[in-house]
């Protein structure tokens, strides 16, 4: 099996990084992360002013998948997602749902014991998932800490082992990078940051020829995803809307008014990122309304 | 057991309506509800033009609460929710998540049979809930098709058979009244109606004493939910993440960066009123980690 160091970390999804690795589909491939803070943060009294900005929200890759072509659909299959035994919370002033309240740089050391996490006298289970995920877009460079229709800092809590991710690919070998794992979160990672943690996830690719999705989908075990962002929630809460009910026209064949009235019925809107400049809202639509193919074209 | 008919309905949560009932807590009542179309609407060939908009988004009350007295809380136990055997979906332009949009003004007679909404060959489980709850205010007139401290139209896919709901007291006997019941509904409610349903609600009402909720809580089986509200998604997402951080510190002695840490680990923000002028976020909070006691005060 393949396995790419965390040592190979890159702050942006671009065509301007190398690949680091070459995989083909099918195969299995481990990568390593560091923690979204870059491994810097190793004690309760760290000051968070001495951290090094540029070192924060990195990804391991790019991987260049073997066969991957514009247009295509990336599908990675999440096997399993392995945590460190501790994380790391910062709050940072001027960050989170709460920015514009005063309040103190903090930093928490979380130990991870037998699937949970201790915050002070609290465990809380844990279910490590991928908060960073994507690949490189046609041109230009995406921070690593932004998120787009190239999938990015999503911060998705259902992205855990035995989900699929589904991507659209923009670039000869997709360039695939995924970091930032968290122990556990809740969704919208409401202080901005939540364990923290190195971590290792195995996962294996396959392609979708010549078709590709809108934006990144998520399956789980009984749902289908449609992760959007927006400038605002509402603007997210809107894309993520019209993508499912473009959706269900297609599956079912329904008029736009159909697909409308049945998203009210069916398919729950919920919040995955509320504390980066662009917001993530996701469409989420049960597997016994919809299938795939309506899903990518 | 007291029965307050369908045709006792106001369009507003407000002191100037006088009474229909009275009740002791602890007392049964069952609440008749029309549809939140005001039962106007009986065909699909029905023209949305035509419709009346003051007979829409009735509440069925108000009901006044013996001994309820400003500064306490009404819990309102939601015991069961019946519908009639069919509902009603429209759409209407300039309405719904996706008001931007152009669309036609559409109508849909939705049957409910053997606990499934039948839309078009499509069958979905029914999960029968109240949309819209609430008390008079200290002051003035609430349209009941608005939402704010005071409940009102949440529409809260959780309220159901089952839960408890917690509501500020602002006037002497509360005024309560409900109306706007959906045979289901998701998250968001995307088109900006679900199956609207004529039904009967069965509630059973307590007082807590000289203590009060910052916005209105939903106990369900294993979480308490804060519901608030704001002018946005991103504002009511804050909204209900400082009530939540607050709650947390009492609940726990923590600083306000320990709670706002914790919120990302383990509070939910979750959309449920998307498509009001009013956005309505919940800050869902499991019951491991919170008591009642840190929600009122």
């Not at 002013?49 to 990195?58: A, L, R, T, Y």
Request: charge should be negative; charged fraction near 25%.
């Amino acid at each position: 099996m393949k396995v790419v160091s965390r040592s190979k970390v890159v702050y942006s999804f671009s065509l301007k990084n190398s690949p680091v690795e070459y995989v083909k589909p099918g195969e299995l491939i481990m990568i390593e992360t560091e923690d979204a803070l870059g491994g810097q943060i190793r004690s309760e009294n760290y000051l968070l002013e001495k951290i090094d900005w540029s070192m924060v929200n990195g990804a391991t890759g790019p991987i260049f998948v073997e066969g991957a072509e514009t247009g295509d659909t990336l599908a990675v299959d999440i096997l399993d997602v392995k945590t460190a035994d501790h994380g790391v919370i910062v709050v940072v002033p001027k960050n989170g749902v709460l920015s514009s309240k005063n309040f103190n740089a903090s930093v928490k050391i979380v130990k991870i014991r037998d699937g949970f996490a201790i915050f002070d006298r609290v465990r809380v289970k844990t279910r490590p998932m991928i908060g960073t995920i994507g690949v490189s877009p046609e041109a230009g460079e995406i921070p690593t800490g932004s998120l787009g229709r190239h999938g990015g800092n999503m911060d998705v809590k259902k992205l855990t082992a035995g989900t699929r991710l589904y991507l659209p690919v923009f670039v000869e070998g997709a360039l695939f990078a995924a970091g930032d794992i968290h122990a556990l979160q809740a969704d919208g990672e409401l202080c901005v940051s939540s364990v923290e943690v190195a971590g290792e996830v195995l996962l294996r690719f396959s392609l979708i020829k010549n078709k590709t999705p809108e934006w990144p989908i998520l399956e789980t075990h009984d749902t289908f995803e449609i992760l959007a962002c927006g400038e605002s929630l509402n603007e997210a809460a809107a894309i993520a809307t019209e993508s499912a009910v473009v959706a269900l026209m297609r599956e079912h064949g329904w008029s736009f008014e159909e697909a409308y009235m049945f998203g009210s019925i069916a398919v729950d809107l919920e919040i995955n990122q509320a504390v980066d400049p662009k917001k993530g809202v996701r469409a989420v639509i049960p597997k016994e309304y919809i299938t795939l193919n309506s899903l990518i074209k």
